[in-house]
Protein backbone atom coordinates (compact mmCIF):
# COMPACT_ATOMS: atom_id res chain seq x y z
CA UNK A 1 0.00 0.00 0.00
CA UNK A 2 1.34 3.17 -0.81
CA UNK A 3 2.35 5.80 1.78
CA UNK A 4 -0.50 8.67 3.04
CA UNK A 5 0.38 12.43 2.20
CA UNK A 6 0.03 15.43 3.92
CA UNK A 7 -1.18 18.43 2.03
CA UNK A 8 -0.70 22.04 3.29
CA UNK A 9 -3.27 24.23 1.02
CA UNK A 10 -4.17 27.74 1.59
CA UNK A 11 -7.37 29.19 0.52
CA UNK A 12 -8.38 32.60 0.92
CA UNK A 13 -11.20 35.36 -0.33
CA UNK A 14 -13.93 33.94 -2.30
CA UNK A 15 -12.66 30.23 -2.69
CA UNK A 16 -12.19 30.08 1.03
CA UNK A 17 -15.91 31.59 1.33
CA UNK A 18 -16.71 28.34 -1.11
CA UNK A 19 -15.23 25.64 0.95
CA UNK A 20 -16.89 26.88 4.01
CA UNK A 21 -19.93 27.10 2.88
CA UNK A 22 -19.87 23.26 1.58
CA UNK A 23 -18.15 21.58 5.47
CA UNK A 24 -19.90 21.87 8.82
CA UNK A 25 -23.28 22.34 9.80
CA UNK A 26 -24.18 24.18 6.49
CA UNK A 27 -22.10 22.03 3.96
CA UNK A 28 -22.73 18.65 2.41
CA UNK A 29 -19.16 17.60 4.32
CA UNK A 30 -17.78 17.54 7.88
CA UNK A 31 -15.04 19.05 7.44
CA UNK A 32 -11.94 20.62 4.80
CA UNK A 33 -10.16 17.04 4.69
CA UNK A 34 -13.32 15.11 3.50
CA UNK A 35 -14.10 17.84 1.11
CA UNK A 36 -10.81 18.22 -0.72
CA UNK A 37 -10.64 13.77 -0.90
CA UNK A 38 -14.01 13.81 -2.41
CA UNK A 39 -13.05 16.46 -5.33
CA UNK A 40 -9.71 13.84 -5.57
CA UNK A 41 -12.17 11.29 -5.96
CA UNK A 42 -14.18 12.72 -8.49
CA UNK A 43 -11.37 14.02 -10.79
CA UNK A 44 -9.99 10.57 -10.56
CA UNK A 45 -13.24 9.25 -12.07
CA UNK A 46 -13.12 12.23 -14.58
CA UNK A 47 -9.63 11.37 -15.44
CA UNK A 48 -10.41 7.37 -15.90
CA UNK A 49 -13.75 8.07 -17.86
CA UNK A 50 -11.51 10.14 -20.19
CA UNK A 51 -9.07 7.89 -20.56
CA UNK A 52 -12.10 5.22 -21.42
CA UNK A 53 -13.77 7.29 -23.71
CA UNK A 54 -10.61 7.14 -25.70
CA UNK A 55 -9.98 3.72 -26.00
CA UNK A 56 -13.38 2.90 -26.81
CA UNK A 57 -13.26 5.80 -29.73
CA UNK A 58 -9.66 4.26 -30.93
CA UNK A 59 -11.35 0.59 -30.63
CA UNK A 60 -14.59 1.68 -32.57
CA UNK A 61 -12.65 3.34 -35.16
CA UNK A 62 -10.44 -0.10 -35.67
CA UNK A 63 -13.72 -2.28 -35.71
CA UNK A 64 -15.48 -0.04 -38.42
CA UNK A 65 -12.59 -0.64 -40.95
CA UNK A 66 -13.68 -2.67 -43.61
CA UNK A 67 -12.30 -6.25 -43.45
CA UNK A 68 -10.28 -5.76 -46.44
CA UNK A 69 -7.64 -3.47 -44.67
CA UNK A 70 -6.98 -6.22 -41.72
CA UNK A 71 -3.79 -7.39 -42.31
CA UNK A 72 -2.77 -11.51 -40.19
CA UNK A 73 0.14 -11.40 -37.90
CA UNK A 74 1.10 -14.00 -36.07
CA UNK A 75 2.56 -13.98 -32.45
CA UNK A 76 5.82 -13.53 -34.04
CA UNK A 77 5.06 -10.56 -35.89
CA UNK A 78 3.62 -8.49 -33.00
CA UNK A 79 6.57 -9.55 -30.78
CA UNK A 80 9.13 -8.50 -33.49
CA UNK A 81 7.25 -5.17 -34.48
CA UNK A 82 7.25 -4.56 -30.66
CA UNK A 83 10.96 -4.83 -29.78
CA UNK A 84 12.73 -1.77 -29.40
CA UNK A 85 15.00 -0.85 -32.32
CA UNK A 86 18.58 -0.49 -32.44
Known amino acids: MNKPINLNVRVSG ?3 EFVSSNIGETGEYDNASEYIRDLIRKDKAQTDQKAF ?3 QAEL ?3 FSAPESSYIALSADDIISR ?5
Open 14 to 16: TLG
Open 53 to 55: DTL
Open 60 to 62: QHA
Open 82 to 86: NQPQS
